[in-house]
């Protein structure tokens, strides 16, 4: 099975300021399909996930631009050029290209410093 | 406007049985995968089993095969899935997720979760 390391686990940030967020795959997430089907989703507290970003870079209709993935074959990023209050909450990687299953990172949980 | 509503969560001995349901709408069920998503108290997420879009193909985790069983009723729009030998472990969130394909899992849409407690 593919695992997928995130890091930092905890992220502590001042309104305002930057995050960043890393996945890492224990190998290359490429599909033959020329795809790379990775996958960021955010749970905020109390809530069901709702999905962010697909295909690596790709925003869901409805979030913010100030949320942006990037990365290609084992390294990727999700970056959050602004924190705001909303954003606090639990941020998951996933890949979707060795499947089955499908495997999530552990979450790193954000929260205002 | 797309809903999933997970239902048939509840408090089971080791050992038992429960059938969970997910009723949805908003968009024709039958030409989409769906996925059961788990999540342990205080855990992360753990993809449990997925089916396709007429039925026909199923997948499961190694930590759910054998006891777990995905199936839908596309006439009545609504995903199940049946857990037999429940353990302490199966405790978790259960949530039910859309695909955007017929044969892969995409996760854009989640319900909001049932609940199930495997306990003596």
């Known amino acids: 099975d593919v695992v997928m390391t995130q890091s930092p686990l905890s992220l502590p940030v001042t309104l305002g300021q930057p995050a960043s967020i890393s996945c890492r795959s224990s190998?290359?997430?490429?599909?033959?399909?020329?795809?790379?089907?990775l996958t960021w989703f955010q749970q905020r507290p109390g809530q069901s996930p709702r999905r962010l970003i697909y295909k690596v870079s790709n925003r869901d209709s409805g979030v913010p631009d100030r949320f942006s993935g990037s990365g290609s074959g084992t390294d990727f990023t999700l970056k959050i050029s602004r924190v705001e209050a909303e954003d606090v909450g639990i941020y998951y990687c996933l890949q979707g290209t060795h499947w089955p299953p499908y495997t999530f990172g552990q979450g790193t949980k954000l929260e205002i410093k | 406007e797309v809903q999933l509503v997970e239902s048939g969560g509840g408090l089971v001995q080791p050992g038992g049985s429960l059938r969970l349901s997910c009723a949805a709408s908003g968009f024709t069920f039958t030409n989409y995968a769906m996925t059961w998503v788990r999540q342990a108290p205080g855990k992360g997420l753990e993809w449990v089993s997925g089916i396709s879009g007429s039925g026909g193909i199923t997948w499961y985790a190694d930590s759910v095969k054998g006891r777990f069983t995905i199936s839908r009723d596309n006439s009545k729009n609504t995903l199940y899935l049946q857990m037999n030998s429940l353990i302490a472990e199966d405790t978790a969130v259960y949530y039910c997720?859309?695909?955007?394909?017929?044969?892969?899992?995409?996760?854009?849409?989640w319900g909001q979760g049932t609940l199930v407690s495997v306990s003596s």
């Open positions: 190998q290359s997430l490429v599909h033959s399909d020329g795809n790379t089907y």
């Open positions: 997720a859309k695909s955007q394909v017929v044969t892969a899992m995409t996760f854009d849409y």
